[in-house]
């Protein structure tokens, strides 16, 4: 069974940094593609940033050159740092294996708040 817990959030001022990070419990972690997805109230879940099992990434272009994915498959860890943060990043996030990036999620976590106060 996947279970992925994400930690990180909370509340910070626009222009502010955050990191989140994703603990898997998965016994192939290295071999799914990962992505963070956030959803803000009212509004659809969105890929925002993923990474292949090779490294490759993917930024949606609201948060190209701001948001950071990367993984460490030693410790089944997924990890996104976000700097410049602006007050529409407000979402819940929430990190989800993939089969490939863009493939539909195989499991959700509980997801962590990130609030951004202008």
């Known amino acids: 069974q996947v279970q992925l817990v994400e930690s990180g959030g909370g509340l910070v001022q626009a222009g502010g940094s955050l990191r989140l990070s994703c603990k898997a419990s998965?016994?192939?972690?290295?071999?799914?593609?990962m992505g963070w997805y956030r959803q803000a109230p009212g509004k659809e879940r969105e890929l925002v940033v993923g990474?292949?099992?090779?490294?490759?990434?993917y930024y949606a272009d609201s948060v190209k050159g701001r948001f950071t994915i990367s993984r460490d498959n030693a410790k089944n860890t997924l990890y996104l740092q976000m700097n410049s943060l602006k007050a529409e990043d407000t979402a819940v996030y929430y990190c989800?294996?993939?089969?490939?990036?863009?493939?539909?999620?195989?499991?959700w976590g509980q997801g962590t708040q990130v609030t951004v106060s202008s």
């Open positions: 990474i292949s099992s090779g490294g490759g990434t």
């Open positions: 989800a294996p993939m089969e490939y990036i863009e493939s539909s999620p195989v499991s």
């Open positions: 998965v016994f192939t972690f290295s071999a799914y593609a």
